[in-house]
């Protein structure tokens, strides 16, 4: 059985997952962007000398999540795509997203904590704040809801 193809690209029913992970993607990094916004402002509003220093280090940390959803959200999106062709190459996308996640953590945190000299306690809090609303934009609500 062969799938049709338009403009060089196979139609599947994997096209209906691509949508609705275009939607879920977007999803996600709106929250993170407004969580990344919110730490930031209680930062401004908590520290009256230190306020817009702390401020856009959280700011660097919550962007810093943004920056591994997006990789993320990439490589979710190139294994889906093959996943149907390819169910090896699509697993070893996955993989190596993994560990590209992995080395961008400790690329940005080192560039904001080492190079830029960041307050640490913000560019953290920033960043597992951001990282805590990816985890929760990603799960599955129908599937946590249901009693199986």
């Not at 939607?23 to 520290?47: D, E, P």
């Not at 985890?135 to 599937?143: E, F, Q, S």
Request: avoid cysteine.
């Amino acid at each position: 059985m062969s799938l049709p193809v338009t403009n060089g690209v196979t139609k599947s029913p994997m096209n209906n997952i691509d949508k609705g992970l275009a939607g879920k993607a977007r999803r996600v990094v709106v929250v993170q962007l407004l969580m990344t916004l919110f730490v930031a402002a209680v930062f401004f509003g908590m520290s009256a000398e230190e306020g817009l220093w702390e401020a856009l280090s959280a700011g660097y940390g919550g962007l810093s999540s943004v920056v591994l959803a997006v990789i993320s959200i990439m490589g979710f999106k190139r294994a889906n795509a093959l996943a149907l062709s390819d169910p090896k190459q699509s697993v070893m996308i996955l993989y190596i997203g993994a560990v590209v996640r992995f080395a961008a953590v400790i690329v940005l945190l080192g560039i904001g904590l080492g190079l830029l000299k960041l307050d640490a306690m913000a560019v953290f809090v920033g960043f597992a704040l951001a990282q805590a609303s990816y985890l929760m934009g990603v799960r599955d609500r129908k599937a946590a809801r249901s009693p199986d």
